[in-house]
């Protein structure tokens, strides 16, 4: 007999042992459970870090909630409650270990997704063992058609991003901009006046008559525009995307910062003065 745990029970999954910090490369939060709740469904977004210093003797307990874990199942935990970090949708939520139910797996009971993190270019990447999006689990006309296509998950990689936030329009920000838009492509402009085809709307796009999936969005490719970060508001979100595999490059840089996160082990010995 040996006391060593089986080799998968001591896979950290590129995470150190231990207690860690994530922080955004892109925007220096941190993964942060909201609100330190311990409720199911409670968000995990990117918050300004609360505690700097990484020596466990120093640290201010209150900042827990910015503080993770891999437990002996491989799974990814929040250090202020325990519970496990799942996906819902595209979210990173709090989530409790459940008892079967079926048909299993199904949104209520399900494995928990492994979070693997790559220090050598900084991303992390989730692993399922069945569809999240639990095609199987219902018997709703709108679910039957697609359980046959539940293998196409398979084809795709699933990263964890953070997403950047504008601060909100003034009146004179889209005056200027229709400004600019009139002196650069009158013809454009006037177009509708004169019979022409006009473009849709935001609120036209989006108040369901169009239907646009979160995948058909690839959120690698916002543009300039979308990658302006200068809300005042202290939080930010963070998503999972999933990329067909081998359409994966072509990133501009700001894409990729997004992708990269930075893990700090904290530590129980000053590594400066040696103590405690």
């Not at 003797?57 to 325990?82: E, K, M, W, Y």
């Not at 400004?179 to 009158?186: E, M, N, R, V, Y």
Request: one cysteine or more; hydrophobic letters at 30%.
């Amino acid at each position: 007999m040996t006391n060593s745990l089986p080799a998968d029970e001591n896979d950290t999954h590129g995470f150190p042992p231990g207690y860690f910090v994530i922080q955004s490369v892109a925007n220096t939060r941190v993964l942060d459970v909201q609100g330190d709740e311990v409720e199911d469904g409670t968000d995990i977004a990117l918050w300004p870090e609360k505690e700097k210093s990484l020596v466990e003797g120093f640290r201010d307990p209150n900042a827990n909630n910015q503080v993770f874990f891999i437990d002996t199942a491989g799974v990814l935990c929040s250090r202020s409650s325990g519970h496990a970090v799942d996906i819902e949708g595209d979210r990173l939520v709090l989530r409790h270990r459940r008892p079967v139910s079926y048909p299993y797996p199904n949104a209520y009971s399900h494995p928990l997704p492994k979070f693997h993190y790559d220090s050598r270019n900084g991303e992390i990447t989730v692993h399922f063992n069945h569809d999240p999006d639990y095609p199987t689990s219902s018997t709703s006309p709108a679910t039957i058609g697609r359980a046959s296509q539940s293998d196409s998950w398979r084809n795709k990689n699933y990263y964890l991003v953070s997403q950047p936030m504008r601060k909100p329009r003034t009146i004179i920000d889209d005056a200027s901009e229709i400004l600019t838009t009139a002196i650069s492509s009158p013809i454009n402009f006037f177009g509708g006046a004169f019979g022409g085809k006009t473009a849709s709307k935001p609120d036209e796009v989006f108040d369901g008559n169009i239907d646009l999936k979160e995948d058909d969005v690839v959120d690698e490719d916002r543009g300039e525009e979308g990658e302006i970060d200068d809300s005042p508001d202290p939080l930010r979100h963070v998503r999972m995307v999933s990329i067909i595999k081998g359409s994966e490059g072509g990133l501009s840089e700001k894409a990729q910062r997004r992708r990269k996160w930075a893990v700090s082990s904290l530590r129980r010995i000053n590594a400066r003065t040696g103590g405690t």
